[in-house]
């Protein structure tokens, strides 16, 4: 049964009760039955009046079920996803193996309290230690909104112990990193914050890549920075090598935590495992973010700290009911130990020069459509459109691929690291034709 659940401490009116159920169908939709039913229409139907309005969702289409690069709707068409739920599956829908591992795990221990040790996560938090240069610990959370209010907690930590002033946090245009009150604060678009100000005060925003501003803005008080490798809603931007080397200089000269946020562009998508390899010559970093691929598309977040960070850190300073849990650390398990292989990296490297090629072709043939093609590497790409990328990802859509959007013009492709040449080549054309079309010459 469907009902709107009315809290019992507040006084409210039984017409304006009566006025909502009405406006929202309430008769109609409890009589909806969703068991063995293939209508997308009564589904979304029952949705619009039960789940928030808090996303712009694609409308008339419901997914079922989905295998590697594919998606598969209630009507049996079938959609490949250039999105992998935002940078999530890395391997592609229903992995075999990384379904495999799931059904291992179910069937021993799904979930444990955190006052307990657990195999699958001592095992994951290891083998993401030896795969890093610069981190001693790790600290899981379920999601990448977590993982970084959680570095945000540890630095400002780690700034009061050193004095009760140093509680500023420098972070940058255009970059993301959450939802929740802390790391929305350090989120830049004006859309996301300013109808939940006040936020986190303290707070200050450096032009990426732009030296000059963050010299005038990091300072004493300041206990630490997030920064983005590469920019992942902020349309792809990544921070040059010359940029990070100073940043890290005024990071030591301040005595600043240094948090490198990887949760989109991270494991594997940039052909690197780590997105910040590019600097490794140039700066250290005191704590780097992860969440989204981590573990193939089950949720999990994770913090990885040197142990200065994690000597501070004391039994009850932090916590989580979730986080670390044996199953969905299992299948990160699974995940990441594949992503890790040199020769997946190796493949994923070439694909993302075969993709990017293949746009520098088109851009050239047709003039007036793609000013730029971003990317570092790998399968993260931001395709800048001379005009709104909706128009590229609506195009796309009709012909049963899924994209999105990376800020107003960006187009990001972000496909599963597993994806194939034949799929490469299906969105080939696809932008091909769209700019075809769209070309001023």
Known sequence: MFRKVIPTNIKVNNN???????????????????????????????????????????????????????????????????????????????????????????????????????????????????????????????????????????????????????????????????????????????????????????????????????????NKNTCAIIIEPVQGEGGLEAATPEFMKHLYKLCKKNDVVMIVDEVQCGIGRTGQLWAHSRFAKHFKPDIMTLAKPLAGGLPIGAVLVNDTIAAAIKPGDHGTTFGGGPLVCAAANYTFNKIAKKKFLEEVREKGKYITDKLEDIKSKYPGVISEIRTVGGLFIGIKLTHPASKLVQFALDRKVLLISAGEDVVRLCPPLTVTYPEIDQLITIIDEYSKLNSKH
Do not use: C
């Open 16 to 218: 304006l009760i009566k006025s909502y159920y009405s406006t929202n169908n309430y008769n109609e939709i409890k009589k909806i039955k969703l068991k063995n039913n293939n209508n997308p229409e009564d589904w979304i139907k029952v949705h619009d009046n039960v789940i928030m309005n808090t996303y712009g969702r694609v409308p008339n289409i419901i997914f079922k079920e989905g295998k590697d690069s594919w998606l598969t709707d209630m009507k049996n068409d079938k959609y490949l996803d250039f999105g992998a739920g935002i940078a999530v599956n890395a391997l592609g829908h229903s992995n075999d193996g990384w379904v495999r591992s799931i059904k291992k795990q179910v069937g021993k221990l799904t979930h444990l309290s955190n006052l307990y040790y657990n195999e699958p996560a001592i095992e994951l938090a290891k083998s993401l230690i030896d795969n890093s240069q610069f981190f001693d610990k790790v600290f899981f959370a379920n999601t990448g909104t977590e993982a970084n209010e959680a570095a945000l907690k540890f630095a400002k930590k780690i700034g009061l112990s050193k004095d009760p002033n140093k509680t500023e946090i420098v972070a940058f245009t255009n970059g993301f990193s959450g939802r929740s009150m802390g790391s929305l604060s350090v989120t830049h678009k004006a859309k996301y914050r300013e109808i939940y100000g006040p936020l986190v005060p303290g707070v200050h925003f450096a032009k990426y890549n732009d030296i000059d501003s963050i010299q005038q803005i990091i």
